[in-house]
Nanobody
Framework: QVQLVESGGGSVQAGGSLRLSCAASGDTDRTYCMGWFRQAPGKGREGVAFIYTGGTSTLYADSVKGRFTISHDNAKNTLYLQMNSVKPEDTAMYYC???????????????????WGQGTRVTVSS
């Protein structure tokens, strides 16, 4: 079992920056595919960034590519999402997710992830 707790959300003006964190506890000795998903009001959940904790490869949604950076600190068991040049359309609840296997072609499918955090809200004003 893995427990995930997000933090770092808040309100920011367009063009600003924010860093989200996701602290993992429990069975953290294994490697995981981890991702950040977001859900805007009235919309479905969207995967925005992904990373495999056993390597360095990352993947981003086109909507955030070049602006967001996902990273993982194995020593701290913490996942990060650095959000730069934020836009009002980035406003959403952000969730981190983990699945105990290598990131495969399934990684954008939220149903494939077993472990989820409770979410942290990001609001971007224009």
């Amino acid at each position: 079992q893995v427990q995930l707790v997000e933090s770092g959300g808040g309100s920011v003006q367009a063009g600003g920056s924010l860093r989200l964190s996701c602290a993992a506890s429990g069975d953290t000795d294994r490697t995981y595919c981890m991702g950040w998903f977001r859900q805007a009001p009235g919309k479905g959940r969207e995967g925005v960034a992904f990373i495999y904790t056993g390597g360095t490869s990352t993947l981003y949604a086109d909507s955030v590519k070049g602006r967001f950076t996902i990273s993982h600190d194995n020593a701290k068991n913490t996942l990060y999402l650095q959000m730069n040049s934020v836009k009002p359309e980035d406003t959403a609840m952000y969730y981190c997710a983990a699945e105990k296997r290598w990131c495969g072609s399934w990684l954008r499918d939220e149903a494939e992830y077993k472990y989820w955090g409770q979410g942290t809200r990001v609001t971007v004003s224009s």
